[in-house]
């Protein structure tokens, strides 16, 4: 069993037949949420083609529940940095996974990463993904 497994239903933000929306328990930035299978399958390449064509759908959700300010709903501890969500919606997003060991991923059930982001978030951020193998982002 999972760790996302043993989430409550309190923790769900957004259900849709396949997937949910939660919280990232060590956000990178605020409002960083996973999006989750309901099935336990390790990766994107196990889910099954209905399962990764509702993908898309799901991000989107994601992205209007940051908008939408609803994340302070969630029991977030004020120091957490999501005020800035109310006054400052994102300037841009991160949205990726990690499939198996080698690209980094830790829990073996499927998640994808939606992380907003801010100008001025990090000196530099050309490149973005590109920096997870350190000097390929700088290009």
């Known amino acids: 069993m999972s760790v996302f497994s043993a989430k409550s239903n309190e923790e769900r933000l957004f259900e849709n037949e396949?997937?949910?929306?939660?919280?990232?328990?060590f956000p990178v930035?605020?409002?960083h949420l996973l999006i989750v299978s309901?099935?336990?399958?390790?990766?994107f390449f196990d889910l099954?083609?209905?399962?990764?064509?509702?993908?898309?759908?799901?991000?989107?959700?994601a992205r209007k529940l940051i908008e939408s300010g609803r994340m302070r709903l969630v029991g977030e501890r004020p120091e957490s940095g999501l005020e800035v969500l109310l006054d400052n919606p994102p300037d841009g997003y991160n949205i990726g996974m990690n499939c198996g060991t080698a690209a980094?991923?830790?829990i073996m059930h499927f998640h994808c990463h939606?992380?907003?982001?801010?100008?001025?978030?990090?000196?530099?951020?050309?490149?973005?993904?590109?920096?997870?193998?350190?000097?390929?982002?700088?290009?």
């Open 18 to 25: 396949h997937f949910y929306i939660m919280n990232d328990g």
């Open 29 to 31: 930035s605020p409002g």
């Open 38 to 43: 309901k099935r336990e399958v390790a990766d």
């Open 48 to 61: 099954t083609m209905e399962e990764q064509s509702m993908l898309p759908e799901t991000i989107r959700e």
């Open 104 to 106: 980094g991923q830790t």
């Open 114 to 139: 939606v992380i907003p982001r801010y100008t001025g978030d990090t000196p530099n951020p050309r490149g973005g993904i590109r920096h997870c193998i350190p000097g390929k982002g700088d290009y």
